[in-house]
């Protein structure tokens, strides 16, 4: 199972000249890639910009957004832009994609809240087409030449099935360690992925929090994910009860998503110190 640690470009008034360095040190750790949180309204790091530095900070780690909020973007805009990324990067994208839940984000976008499940549909279509190097709009491509972008979706609803099991590669399941209705989520992608002929297996994807350290540090990360989280104030409290506090329990919920039959496990970290690399690193790899 790949592990992969976030960068902290979610964290509230992160300061960005971490992000190159931390990358660095996730290469350098062994990690197999680095991931980012999506969010607007909020003052964090955008997760294309952050992906971007990492890619060039590094040589072989794998990017992922976990996940992006593709409908608050123009598709073709999204979709140029995640192309340049894949191709300057040498193709070591994976999008993670979602709808997400906060209304502020889509307002102060203009994007359409309520027609959010509709508008990732289309820009996933126009997105494969222009990764292609078809042509989408205007008279030309929109992409120089064609990329490969594996393609995971979030959520776990009916509809999650259906994108998974026609148009995606594989699942993003939450960041909250729910082992018994993941794994039943996930044999229900397994299942769809079969019924609708697809080769292969579909690629999954689990998420954890965690901050490692003396009181305070678990402390801070535990405000950092209350303060995140708290549009929803009863699943911010969900998010601070199962943060990771210690390397222990970071090796058993490997463990723990290995013996399920996940294939990547993202550890996003809920402090912004470069300490929690190596903490990490030590702890599982």
Known sequence: MRVVIGLPNHI???DGSLIAEWARRAEQYGFAGVTTIDRLVYPSLDSIVALSVAAGATRDLRLITNVLLAPLYPAALLAKQLASLADISGNRLTLGLGVGRRTDDYAATGADFHQRGRVID??????RQAWQADVVTGDVPLCPAPVQIPVLFGGASPVTLRRVATVGDGWAAGAVRDYANQSSFADRVRAAWQQAGRAGTPWLNASVNFAFGDP???????ANL??????VPEYAELNVADMLATPHDAVATVRAYRDLGFDGLLFHPSVASLDQLERLADAVL
């Not at 289309?122 to 997105?127: A, K, S, V």
């Not at 305070?216 to 535990?222: C, D, K, M, P």
């Open 226 to 231: 209350r303060n995140y989280y708290g549009f």
């Open 122 to 127: 289309q820009t996933i279509d126009l997105m």
């Open 12 to 14: 509230a008034r992160v």
């Open 216 to 222: 305070e540090t678990v402390y801070a990360g535990q």
